[in-house]
């Protein structure tokens, strides 16, 4: 392949790219009040945590939220589920691997992706609070990634609930004993995130915050501006 051929595929994909963040915000702008649901797929329906991630999903919808999804089986599946059966939007944002994903029958809004990085990005705009389930590097990834959007301040702050105490808490003890006492986080960054086993507290804690949603970053703008005078 010549450097002119590489770079013509390069391009390309940019255009690629670009489709998936048009699609996806024309699609997602016109959902209203939303919260994004992550968690395995490899969990199954008689998991206690697929049964709470269907319940909760239906308790959001009931109370105006629409519901967004990996689109996957699993946690997905639940909370699709849940929202699908409620009448309300069942969104999935389903992504190509080359271990395919199966979009589960729970959606009343599918959209494919490519890249992560654009998808994550549809998970994120539209959500007023991210629900996370147990899970596996993926539901790591999301967890974690919102706590930084937030930290830097390149997203308003929102709740972001962890369900599950046995499964949470190890991680969540690793990072005040580890994190926090190296000085790595500040003592305020624990406040960033929820821990809560029940359904009810998790819609009160969505409901009681002020629904701020993504932010465009405007730190480097008024960086400049600031150091222009």
């Not at 390069?10 to 963040?21: D, G, L, S, Y």
């Not at 969104?91 to 589960?104: C, D, K, R, S, T």
């Not at 994190?179 to 790595?184: A, N, S, T, W």
């Amino acid at each position: 392949m010549t450097n002119y051929e590489s770079f013509s595929q390069e391009t390309w994909r940019v255009f690629r790219i670009m489709a998936e963040f048009v699609e996806g915000f024309d699609e997602l702008s016109k959902l209203g009040p939303a919260v994004s649901i992550f968690g395995s797929a490899r969990i199954k329906p008689d998991n206690p945590y697929y049964i709470l991630a269907e319940h909760t999903a239906a308790q959001l919808v009931k109370a105006g939220y629409a519901i967004i999804t990996g689109g996957g089986p699993g946690i997905m599946e639940a909370a699709n589920k849940g929202a699908y059966q409620q009448g309300g939007r069942s969104v999935g944002l389903n992504i190509q691997i080359p271990e395919e994903q199966l979009a589960n029958k729970y959606q009343n809004l599918s959209l494919d992706f490519r890249y992560f990085f654009a998808r994550k990005m549809m998970f994120t705009k539209y959500a007023h609070a991210f629900v996370i389930f147990p899970g596996g590097f993926g539901t790591m990834d999301e967890f974690f990634e919102s706590l930084t959007l937030i930290q830097t301040l390149k997203m308003s702050r929102f709740p972001v609930i962890l369900v599950g105490t046995r499964y949470w808490q190890g991680l969540l003890d690793w990072i005040k004993q580890s994190m926090l006492k190296e000085g790595c986080i500040d003592k305020e960054d624990m406040d960033l995130y929820i821990l809560t086993d029940d359904s009810d507290e998790i819609l009160d804690i969505i409901e009681k915050s002020e629904g701020k949603k993504w932010v465009e970053p405007s730190g480097v703008v008024t960086y400049r501006n600031n150091h222009a005078k």
